[in-house]
């Protein structure tokens, strides 16, 4: 399948998150390109859901999850790592898909270094297991926010950048594409991995979508002590 227009982004995140497995998604910069098969993903859906960064509304940490879909929000947490989403529904719904998971299709070599910076020993396993990874192996980081799904959109243009007031532009923007699969992957539903209180309802919120049998997959923990960020 060829990667879809912006507008293929703009749905209810419950529906994009399952179509999202399978398909690939891919960062390039100057040190060259690493693309993921994801996996795994996280739905979340603005203020009817506890979990979601905007639950609370908007501010300048999460502006982008209130931009159009078909971009990238990009968020550091817990003072350790990056996470990657993409984000879902029309302008103002403040949803996204956290991608949780890939299978690295692209790139190996460079996913790999990245993720072994700060070892002493070289991983054994998936390199992008669980969302900090996801992020370590694509090279994301903070710059990224806002970042545009590369596509034409429906006037033939290209897809414009989220502008975020606080935030630094970088020369050269690395660039981001997602390729949906030609036939979408049979999936499992289940709980959220990590989020705490209401949000982390495994009956009222089983929003979490994976491809079964995957080794990249995450293994299901329930939340710690502390609370997920919501701003």
């Known amino acids: 399948m060829v990667a879809p227009p912006p507008v293929w982004f ?3 995140p419950l529906e994009l ?9 891919r960062r390039a910069d100057a040190s060259g390109a690493v693309a993921l098969r994801l996996t795994e993903v996280e739905a979340y859906r603005g203020s ?10 908007r501010t300048a940490r999460n502006a982008t999850m209130f931009g159009p879909g078909g971009h990238i929000y990009c968020y550091f947490t817990y003072g350790m ?3 990657v ?26 996913a790999a270094s990245r ?17 900090g990874n996801v992020a370590q192996a694509l090279g994301a980081t903070l710059a990224d926010d806002g970042a545009p799904l590369v596509t034409p959109d429906d006037r033939g243009g290209p897809q414009a ?23 979408p992957p049979s999936f499992t539903t289940g709980p959220r991995v990590g989020v705490s209180g209401p949000g982390g309802d495994a009956s009222a ?21 502390r609370n997920r960020p919501t701003t």
């Open 17 to 25: 998150a399952p179509l999202l497995l399978g398909g690939v998604l």
């Open 115 to 131: 993720r072994h910076t700060r070892r002493s020993t070289r991983i054994a396993g998936e390199l992008a297991r669980g969302p």
């Open 205 to 225: 919120y089983p929003w979490r979508f994976w491809i079964p049998g995957e080794p990249s997959v995450s293994a299901y923990r329930a939340a710690a002590s």
């Open 10 to 12: 703009e749905r209810d």
């Open 81 to 83: 790592h990056h996470a």
């Open 85 to 110: 989403n993409i984000v879902a529904g029309p302008e103002g719904s403040g949803w996204g898909v956290l991608v949780r998971a890939g299978a690295v299709v692209e790139g190996l070599e460079l």
């Open 161 to 183: 950048r989220i502008e975020i007031p606080t935030q630094q532009a970088a020369a050269p923007a690395p660039t981001w594409s997602f390729t949906p699969a030609d036939q």
């Open 48 to 57: 009817d859901d506890p979990g979601a960064h905007t639950f609370r509304g």
